[in-house]
């Protein structure tokens, strides 16, 4: 059984930062790519930010400049470094992952329970 533990929301001012982290834990086989996605109040859920076994990294426009996405393979953990926060920053953060665990020769996609991130003053 495969779980993603997001740790590392919570309230901040405006011009702050924040740095969340996303474990994966299980009989996983093999990542092949983590991510951070959030959704507002009222709005879908959208990505934020990607990164795939190969390095290879996508940004949402309205964080690039701002967010940092990197990853530690030997713990199977994906971080956002959120800097120069906004408002508009603000939601519930979901690390959402696509692996293969032992159990499976299939990959499948996993969600994490979601982290709330406030900006505000």
């Known amino acids: 059984q495969v779980q993603l533990v997001e740790s590392g929301g919570g309230l901040v001012q405006p011009g702050g930062s924040l740095r969340l982290s996303c474990a994966a834990s299980g009989s996983i086989f093999s990542i092949n790519y983590m991510g951070w996605y959030r959704q507002a109040p009222g709005k879908q859920r959208g990505l934020v930010a990607l990164i795939t076994s190969g390095d290879s990294i996508n940004y949402a426009d309205s964080v690039k400049g701002r967010f940092t996405i990197s990853k530690d393979n030997a713990k199977n953990t994906v971080y956002l470094q959120m800097n120069s926060l906004k408002p508009e920053d603000t939601a519930v953060y979901y690390c959402?992952?696509?692996?293969?665990?032992?159990?499976?020769?299939?990959?499948?996609?996993?969600w994490g329970q979601g982290t709330q991130v406030t900006v505000s003053s």
């Open positions: 959402g992952a696509s692996l293969q665990s032992s159990e499976s020769s299939a990959s499948y996609f996993y």
